[in-house]
């Protein structure tokens, strides 16, 4: 199985900052590599596909970056909705594997 | 407008055999390249891929779970399925179901169900 590294765990930080989550995979995955959003009432989200390719509906401070085996996901200035988790998620072999997830917390 | 919704039992004996249904709206899994997962999530984890179907009734699997898992659809009413056998203390979660789209020819997670708690107990 490809393993999914997501670091940091946590993440602290504030409205209008830049942050950066990273993914990082066990094998070389390609570009085969997805983002999710979770909101605290469990609701699951799809930001982007294929590394850096947004989901309809997604702004744009969101963007994804990345490949082979290294991968990350940047808000460019924090909104309030952005405080979640994030989950990255291989596609490129069964299974498909995710990440452990980043809790993005407010500062 | 893209739905699904999933729906199970709530609350199983050890032992027993889970049931899941997933019901969708806004397509069709008779279209292809189209395809449903089920996910799970245990209290306070991560996000665990499960099964996959796809419209040509091709069928993935979680070996973790070895041959507990089955996955099957229903294309005249909309529905997708998930049956899992023996169930234990590892398998309360939260389960979603979620539409497999096509993009840039690979395939995403693109709309989820609001997922259902399942409690095992004895």
């Known amino acids: 199985d490809i393993q999914m590294t997501q670091s940091p765990s946590s993440l602290p930080a504030s409205l209008g900052e830049r942050v950066t989550i990273s993914c990082r995979a066990s094998?070389?995955?390609?570009?085969?590599l997805n983002w999710y959003q979770q909101t605290p009432d469990g609701t699951i989200k799809p930001l982007i596909y294929?590394?850096?390719n947004l989901q309809s509906d997604v702004p744009s401070r969101f963007s994804g970056s990345g490949s082979g085996t290294d991968f990350s996901l940047t808000i460019s200035s924090l909104e309030p909705e952005d405080f979640a988790m994030y989950y990255c998620?291989?596609?490129?072999?069964?299974?498909?594997?995710f990440g452990g997830g980043t809790k993005l917390e407010m500062k | 407008q893209v739905t699904l919704k999933e729906s199970g039992p709530g609350i199983l004996q050890p032992s027993q055999t889970l049931s899941l249904t997933c019901t969708f709206s806004?397509?069709?899994?008779?279209?292809?390249?189209?395809?449903v997962g089920w996910i799970r999530q245990s209290s306070g984890k991560g996000l665990e891929w499960l099964a996959n179907i796809w419209w040509d009734d091709d069928k993935y699997y979680n070996p973790s779970l070895r041959n507990r898992l089955t996955i099957s659809k229903d294309t005249s009413n909309n529905q997708a399925f998930l049956k899992i056998t023996t169930v234990d203390t590892a398998d309360p979660a939260t389960y979603y179901c979620?539409?497999?789209?096509?993009?840039?020819?690979?395939?995403?997670?693109?709309?989820w169900g609001q997922g259902v708690m399942v409690t095992v107990s004895s």
């Open positions: 806004g397509f069709s899994l008779n279209t292809y390249g189209m395809g």
């Open positions: 294929y590394t850096s």
């Open positions: 094998h070389d995955i390609f570009n085969n």
């Open positions: 998620q291989q596609d490129v072999t069964f299974p498909w594997t």
């Open positions: 979620a539409r497999i789209g096509r993009y840039s020819g690979r395939y995403f997670f693109d709309y």
